[in-house]
């Protein structure tokens, strides 16, 4: 197979195969947490479990003070790789031009030397999360193979973006066929690993904010 | 031209100097990317070089690709790089007609058997007995296997030879196939482009000349020297992709300030050719210049790797179709999931036993 049909297949049914699978997981993972349900709380609130919930949900962004002191450089490295991560995602103009021929909304991007720095950033504070994981004993010890998997498919749609945007390793058109089958990767991955926090992050947060809210304590 | 002058001789002839020849010898030598302790060389061989016998076999094509190489700039040296070659056989330039015709392909094979160089432009259909497309009542595959038997060297010029171009496009109905499907044992070389740049098929005429072999190729059979190098990368456009200064319709201030024309679908970043450094019509302009994008005519399957007005980062699938059969699917099974999850809770709570304390007593 040439580079040309790979990148022609990856544009194609590779990426209508790996959204399907990404969007049927997604929903499938979702919507089984969500039909389990709960017993109805039938009893008088002390506040508003909706406050609650919406709160929370922003507050869990930032880390508590205490939890901060004790790991600073592990929450702040979470920071920067998710900020790089979207920053590379969403500000990229080609990018931007696939969500606005898609979804017809599209957004002003970053020049290319930001979008260039930010994944260089973006793939060191990788590196650094993984030497983390495999240095920290505790770390190390409730790390399950999901987790790893986790990390390479993410690392690799970075790593091979950055390759084929300043023509490295391989010529573009393998590069960037590369590139868009670990993104498929990635998508076909994401709903049976822990990505599923993408979306399931704010169900949890509403519901411990929900909870604490309508029992009047903070969360 | 039945004479046997070389091409130097017949250079003096029509009247060019000794220092327009060497130029255009350093012109050959630094468009190859040849060092210029190679120019004497290139002037000693192309000097005494004999007329070679080239035998042109045109399929399913258009002659767009003899279009482009007939206006290789006349009156210069290049052009009389093409008076120097014997084209013995080429149905769109030749004079004879009918038999005529293809005895002189006959004659031309068998008076230099092993040593004429074949150029095919158009690809070959292989369907129905290669008889969707006939010359003299000859398939054209089975001329090309007659014709490809005593060549030296093929050149497959345009990419319906090189890769099978427009006539191979789904759902492909002749059953198109490229020169390097159907003839192995040879050396062939592409010049992929629809159509391709004169500059390069005469360059890669000055090489054979000047070394008799054909010059180094990239793993697609391109004379790396022409095709080595990325559109997007030599585009003098490619300032406005970094600032991110894009043109998003064909009329916009962004297009008429000259911006970047990847969201309109410009395949430069995946087409190798010498587009944006050769330029087109005496190096007037090329397609980028003009205002419309690369189409990435120089590649293999470029006839159905998606629309032409599409940004190479976009899928070509229906996302949407995709996105709300998945969805439906996905929220179907969750919930069935969810049904099935119940049922075990209520399974479990139904076989859930008393147990009292007598009963965990260890006696």
């Known amino acids: 197979m040439t580079s040309e049909a790979l990148l022609t297949w990856a544009r194609g049914p590779g990426f209508d195969w790996a959204l399907a699978i990404f969007v049927l997981g997604m929903l499938l993972r979702l919507f089984e947490v969500l039909s389990l349900g709960r017993k109805p709380d039938l009893s008088e609130g002390r506040g508003s479990g909706v406050a609650g919930g919406v709160r929370t949900i922003i507050t869990r962004t930032l880390p508590r003070a205490s939890v901060f002191a004790r790991e600073p450089v592990r929450i702040l490295n979470g920071f920067v790789f998710h900020i790089g991560f979207f920053m590379v995602l969403f500000f990229y103009g080609p990018h931007i031009e696939l969500f606005e021929t898609k979804l017809g909304l599209g957004w002003p991007g970053f020049s290319t030397g930001i979008i260039d720095a930010a994944a260089v950033i973006t793939v060191a504070s990788l590196i650094l999360a993984l030497v983390m994981r495999l240095t920290s004993p505790v770390l190390k010890q409730i790390s399950s193979v999901g987790d790893y998997v986790a ?69 | 031209m039945k004479d046997d002058l070389t091409l130097g001789e017949r250079l003096r002839q029509r009247g060019v100097s000794r220092r327009g020849f060497l130029k255009y010898c350093a012109t050959t030598a630094s468009m190859m990317a040849l060092p210029p302790s190679m120019i004497p060389a290139i002037a000693a061989s192309l000097e005494k070089a004999k007329r070679p016998s080239v035998i042109w076999l045109s399929f399913q094509e258009c002659t767009g690709c003899t279009e482009s190489l007939t206006r290789s700039h006349a009156p210069t040296v290049e052009s009389l790089i093409f008076d120097h070659i014997s084209l013995d056989y080429h149905h769109t330039l030749q004079a004879a007609a009918g038999d005529g015709a293809e005895h002189a392909r006959e004659e031309a094979m068998k008076g230099n058997w092993g040593k004429y160089l074949l150029v095919v432009d158009g690809s070959i259909p292989t369907g129905e007995n290669g008889n969707y497309s006939t010359i003299a009542g ?50 062939i070389l592409n010049v992929p482009g629809c159509p391709p740049i004169p500059t390069v098929i005469s360059g890669v005429l000055a090489h054979y000349l000047t070394f008799g072999t054909l010059p180094e190729l990239d793993a697609l059979g391109r004379p790396k020297a022409f095709y080595g190098q990325n559109i997007h990368d030599r585009c003098y456009r490619r300032p406005f992709y970094e600032r991110g200064e894009f043109a998003e319709t064909f009329d916009d201030e962004g297009a008429k300030k000259g911006w970047c024309l990847y969201k309109l679908g410009c395949k430069g970043p995946t087409t190798y050719n010498a587009c944006a450094t050769a330029k087109w019509n005496e190096g007037t302009s090329w397609p980028v210049e003009s205002g419309h994008g690369c189409i990435g005519c120089s590649e293999p399957n470029f006839w159905d790797a998606g629309p032409f007005y599409q940004a190479l980062s976009v899928p070509t699938g229906d996302a949407g179709n995709t996105l709300l059969s998945a969805a439906a699917a996905g929220v179907a099974a969750g919930v069935a999931v969810g049904f099935l999850n119940k049922r075990n809770k209520a399974q479990a709570a139904e076989a859930h036993e008393q147990v009292s304390a007598d009963d965990l007593s260890k006696d």
């Open chain 2, 138 to 187: 000859i398939s054209n595959l089975a001329m090309l296997e007659e014709v490809a038997e005593g060549a030296a060297a093929i050149v497959a010029v345009g990419t319906c030879a090189a890769y099978g171009g427009l006539p191979m496009a789904n759902p492909n109905p002749t059953g198109a196939k490229s020169v390097s499907d159907l003839v192995s044992g040879k050396p």
């Open chain 1, 151 to 219: 990390w390479t498919v993410t690392f690799l749609p970075v790593l091979t973006g950055y390759l084929a945007y300043n023509h490295m390793l391989l010529p573009y058109t393998q590069m960037l066929a590369l590139h868009l089958l670990s993104v498929e990767l990635l998508l076909v991955v994401a709903p049976f690993t822990k990505l599923t926090h993408m979306f399931s992050f704010a169900m949890s947060r509403w519901y411990q904010g929900y909870q604490a809210g309508h029992r009047g304590v903070e969360s």
